[in-house]
């Protein structure tokens, strides 16, 4: 048998059924570019039948000259009707695609429920729909939803129904667990009834409802299944679909399938992150293979056998996926997470061992009001800075004000700071969309007299942490803000129950933090460095 | 073999190592509570011997009487010493605790690169540390770290290591994925292969490095282990532990173990709510069986198939495990979805669909600006009330101000709103702990002279997502505000590049819900329903 698999990509049309993702036509063309980039062989686009959104995207992705083959999804024919006056087919020809998915009942059940038809019309949709998209060209793919609950219900019907789209010519038959509930000991079982019976290339497609997708598609796979559907970062209707971001380096990294290229496996991490990204979803810290915390340590023990070797708590090597190891810092670390942390840092502490104590008490007493430097590098690095280095502020904050005021006439927002710079009182207002907008503008206004590097960083995040929910709007709320300087990125953290005040103080941290980093050249002449306390960091 | 298995879980152990988890001794006390309510047999509550936090939690749990048996954790004793004079195993018998988890090595790479001692000593350290828990009258867990991973490497010693542990006396062999590496066929081979070679009761403890914990779990229990290891919502180092949520229901349900009874088993939705409430961790909205989106619908063709039958694409009915089923209104959604909502709310609309086209239209505009009715059912509710019914708000708002100043003195935040009440003006001002507090002081303040029911009402949750990071601070932010009035909860939105004015819309939308619940006797006498028009809804 075959070991090439084939990847199908339906982040662009099953994955937008997930809750809370919405992609743009711009959106899917930025992603298809991507998915493409990674080496997957089909790219499900969308629906050009069910909106116009798709049609548009099938429109300009064709001028992307994708390697992989786009794919257009639609169903088969209405019931009663003839494929030339459906014009959701007509929509799949005309959207260019030089591929089709075709999903179609294979489960008796839904024929009598859902289509409200007889199981004799249901096979004359399938093989007529199918032999449609052969006439025009198109290759074509069947994914037999329900397949697994229909094989259970009514095998021979749901064979037939397999067996009536590959007559018809279908390239592939996919069968589909459309509703998650199938376990890997019966996908195994059924796939392999089917490989048996059927005379075709074929497909797996699973949804996680059981957090079994993963699993299902490598059942399937042992059972001669070599096309896989699924989404990256596992998107989908209710609880997703397979996740390919686990999939793909599993296949080809444990169990010697040659997926992707090395290089393109390399490249999976970013891929997942700006997915992500655009589909303005975080990605949970702990996913696998690409999350943040996919190869991040904190318990103590761990900690210190990885400073040993790796591979005593990694399962593979993380650069394989584009991701790398982290240590985080926390109550339950112990010296030695603070002490890796230090050193990737350059301090020379092994020696200290007392102050690295003070270090974890401190941590662990600002963890205890709602701080977090699992997140915020940067904060800890000024924090570890203030322990071993003679680091000194370059400016300090005397006072701000903010002022909103939403009116008939609109909404106003400016902020007013008081700092001293060097020893010189600056003081200034600026206004903003929002009351943290106006506090930054404010902010650099104050600063880049003294130091125009500050022009060049802006912030690339910024989020918002309710820590106690109970207390609501009076909880307390903990500010992530993310900084980049177009070359390095950091992230600050603030906690307050006050947002504005949380925000001002990672803010701090983040210029704070940039003027570590900058060099000589980046500072007004009449600011030397060494006025500024800058020396020795 | 015997059907029954006990669910040992380690939420307040190996769960409080996953990135963002930390929890006090009260968090943990209250955990236990529902954890012991929920029918698990064994709660690993910590390990007294790392920190002061684990020692005051297995004292003040002693008090709980739970049925739960409680369960320390620690390792075997330190190598070339003995175990009267290893600390951690004396803070394990002095926990009190009925049951004690020890984790020991049977990866010989483990033995010389982590331990960095012999393989005779590591054996020697396992047997009198089981012993030594044994003499002193408790229930003896081993860990066997590594196991696969040593299985794989040196059999014959990882099996020694297994076998004198069972010689000392322990009570349950468990064995350990501990790098998340292994596959569902490797775990049922080597389970079965131990199951063969060890006479002891067999536990499992996987991790999810590859999506795959969960399918290795059920693996080795249909190879024959009958402990299974894991945690609440699969917290836990890097990828997380085994996720109970999904294992508990799958084996109850679809593979007939007896587990939990019927009606603990409806408490998993709210249990799993609860630990990530006080972990304060947001829960996936797609997590299997209890997430939000477990059952959630959002493509068209699925929902008009789920309104003519659920079964259509449910794998379970969600009520066996306490969730529920949603239909989210979105782009992607038919009429089918708005209808289904609107008659979800008692309103009258299948007969005039060019209304519903109307809010279709509403909706997406609005999605388009970055509203998400997905998570804000109040707001989707009077926006089709606006549609379908006459509904008139009882109060406007004229304007607001805020006032945000931070010195040396402190941080004093103040807000003052105008406000039009059924005709007449109601201009006040309230301090509050951050601006959104006070503004919400301020409302309250305003509108509770006139509808005194308002006081039962409070903010239960507080939510702030920044839409597009590129622009950051001065990126549009959306606020999802959850109101309680003690029996009923609901949830409202807010966009805006001001966070300030995002959660003031929200927590408008939040009283103008309220007000629609509210009975006649809410309202003080002076503000006749009639009179704040609060007719036909």
């Given at each position: 048998m075959t070991q090439s698999i084939s990847i199908f990509d339906t982040t662009l049309r099953d994955g937008t059924q997930g809750e809370g993702i919405s992609l743009t036509a711009e959106d899917k063309l930025k992603i298809a570019l991507r998915l493409d980039a990674l080496g997957i062989h089909y790219i499900e686009g969308g629906n050009p039948g069910s909106n116009s959104k798709d049609i548009e995207f099938f429109k300009r992705a064709r001028e992307l000259n994708l390697n992989a083959k786009l794919t257009a999804f639609g169903s088969t024919r209405r019931k009663n009707s003839s494929c030339e006056q459906d014009g959701n087919l007509r929509n799949l020809i005309e959207s260019g695609a030089k591929a089709a998915t075709l999903v179609g009942k294979t489960w008796d059940f839904h024929v009598h429920t859902a289509l409200q038809t007889t199981l004799d019309e249901n096979l004359a949709m399938i093989?007529?729909?199918?032999?449609?998209?052969?006439?025009?060209?198109?290759?074509?793919?069947?994914?037999?939803?329900?397949?697994f609950d229909g094989y259970k219900a009514n095998p021979a019907y749901a064979l037939a129904a397999l067996t009536r789209a590959r007559e018809a010519g279908a390239d592939w038959i996919v069968l589909c667990d459309t509703n998650g509930g199938t376990l890997p000991s019966e996908i195994a079982e059924i796939v392999s009834g089917v490989t048996a019976q059927v005379n075709a290339p074929i497909g797996?497609?699973?949804?996680?409802?059981?957090?079994?997708?993963?699993?299902?598609?490598?059942?399937?796979?042992?059972?001669?299944?070599?096309?896989?559907?699924?989404?990256?970062?596992?998107?989908?209707?209710?609880?997703?679909?397979?996740?390919?971001?686990?999939?793909?380096?599993?296949?080809?990294?444990?169990?010697?399938?040659p997926v992707v290229s090395d290089e393109q496996l390399r490249s999976l991490t970013s891929v997942a992150r700006y997915v992500g990204e655009i589909a303005n979803v975080m990605l949970p810290v702990n996913q696998p293979y690409v999350g943040t915390a996919a190869f991040a340590h904190k318990g103590g023990i761990h900690v210190s056998a990885i400073l040993k070797d790796s591979k005593t708590y990694e399962h593979i090597s993380p650069d394989l996926v584009g991701n790398k190891q982290r240590v985080l810092v926390s109550e339950l670390a112990g010296q030695s997470n603070i002490l890796s942390?230090?050193?990737?840092?350059?301090?020379d502490v092994t020696t200290d061992s007392a102050k690295a104590k003070g270090v974890i008490e401190r941590i662990k007493q600002l963890e205890h009001e709602g701080y977090q430097f699992e997140g915020a590098d940067a904060s800890l690095e000024l924090l570890l800075r203030e322990a071993y280095t003679d680091l000194v502020d370059v400016f300090s904050v005397e006072s701000f004000k903010i002022l909103v005021e939403k009116s008939k006439a609109g909404t106003q927002t400016e902020a007013i700071v008081k700092l001293n710079v060097g020893g010189q009182q600056v003081y200034t207002a600026a206004e903003g969309n929002g009351p943290v907008n106006a506090l930054d503008n404010a902010l650099r206004k104050a600063l880049s007299q003294y130091f125009p590097g500050i022009r060049e960083i802006h912030l690339s995040d910024y989020k918002v942490r309710v820590l106690d929910e109970k207390e609501t709007t009076a909880a307390k709320v903990r500010v992530l803000i993310e900084s980049t300087d177009f070359k390095d990125s950091w992230s600050t953290v603030g906690v307050s129950s006050n947002v504005i005040e949380a925000s001002w103080e990672a803010l701090i941290d983040s210029i704070r933090y940039a003027l570590l980093g900058m060099a000589q050249s980046d500072f007004a002449p009449e600011a030397p460095r060494e006025a500024l306390g800058l020396v020795n960091h």
């Open positions: 093989g007529e729909s199918i032999a449609f998209l052969k006439r025009h060209g198109l290759e074509a793919i069947f994914d037999s939803e329900h397949f797996i497609h699973t949804h996680n409802d059981c957090e079994l997708a993963v699993a299902n598609t490598l059942a399937a796979v042992a059972a001669g299944a070599r096309q896989i559907q699924g989404t990256i970062n596992g998107y989908g209707e209710r609880c997703g679909n397979a996740n390919l971001c686990s999939i793909i380096p599993t296949l080809q990294l444990k169990l010697g399938y942390k230090a050193q990737e840092m350059g301090l």
